[in-house]
């Protein structure tokens, strides 16, 4: 975890962490996906465009055969209109190698679910997805109304196409927010997490929340450590996030087994405001 208080100051400190991080990309395939659901001009609902426009940079600069931001709206259906709102669009064509998929209308392939969480014996996935060699998670660290945090994890729900699943790719809900998290996490490895945390979101979250300055951004190999650090930070203990307990076995959630650099958590641990049922 590495302290960034400005998105001004994002480019160099996404550099630095990829350098700490040291992802296995060289002469592979990446798929970044960010947290990108509808543009606000007053909330911090996605994943900053400097700090995913950074990691295609660095990821490029360390060897990577190919980086594809792909994402798969649940809310706005014209995904060229999001990325010009929220300056994605921009931002990626400043990089100049950048190419995005939109995951809600790629081609889909059927992958057997892993787990008895869910009903689904089967999940439609896309192409662009199932064949990147690295996965590569990029939440907007937020809090949620219904599953408490939106991390690493839950940010799984934008690979799901809506070409097949609808919008907001509800099926998913039916079968219970936190067991469809773990079903997903399970069937679609992450192997690496870059979390925004440098304004996120507190209260009626991942849309209705208010902004919150955090200070950092996360970088991880594992989603389950990942996710557990960033509720520390928010002050939320990770034993109350039922995603978190059914999908342990999927990471480390152990602090003390965590091989820590950068800044300790504990300097930048806030208390954050969740909706009162969590």
């Known amino acids: 975890m590495l302290r960034c208080d400005s998105y001004d100051k994002a480019i160099q400190v996404v550099w630095d962490g990829l350098k700490l991080l040291s992802p296995a990309v060289r002469g592979k395939t990446v798929l970044l996906k960010p947290n990108l659901v509808e543009y606000s001009s007053t909330a911090p609902i996605n994943t900053h465009p400097t700090v995913i426009a950074a990691a295609v940079d660095g990821l490029y600069r360390l060897g990577a055969a190919q980086v594809t931001v792909g994402e798969g709206p649940g809310h706005v259906r014209d995904t060229e209109l999001l990325l010009e709102e929220c ?16 995951l809600n209308n790629d081609e889909v392939h059927r992958v057997p679910t892993t787990t008895s969480l869910t009903a689904l014996a089967e999940l439609w996935l896309p192409q662009s997805l199932l064949a990147a060699d690295v996965v590569i998670s990029m939440p907007k660290i937020k809090t949620h109304h219904w599953a408490g945090v939106t991390l690493s994890l839950k940010n799984l729900f934008g690979v799901v196409p809506g070409s097949v699943y609808g919008w907001p790719k509800n099926v998913l809900h039916w079968q219970g927010i936190d067991n469809s998290i773990v079903e997903l996490a399970a069937t679609v490895p992450i192997h690496y997490v870059i979390a925004d945390g440098v304004v996120a979101m507190e209260g009626n979250g991942p849309l209705h929340g208010h902004a919150r300055d955090l200070g950092c951004l996360v970088f991880a190999d594992d989603p389950v450590a990942a996710d557990a650090l960033c509720c520390g930070l928010m002050g939320i203990a990770q034993e109350s996030i039922r995603h ?10 152990s602090p003390t087994d965590w091989l820590m650099c950068g800044e300790r958590h504990e300097a930048l641990q806030q208390r954050f405001r969740v909706c009162p049922h969590i």
């Open 87 to 102: 300056g994605l669009g921009a931002a990626l064509r400043d990089v100049g190698k950048a190419t995005y998929v939109d």
């Open 244 to 253: 978190l307990v059914l999908g342990a076995s999927l990471g480390n959630p």
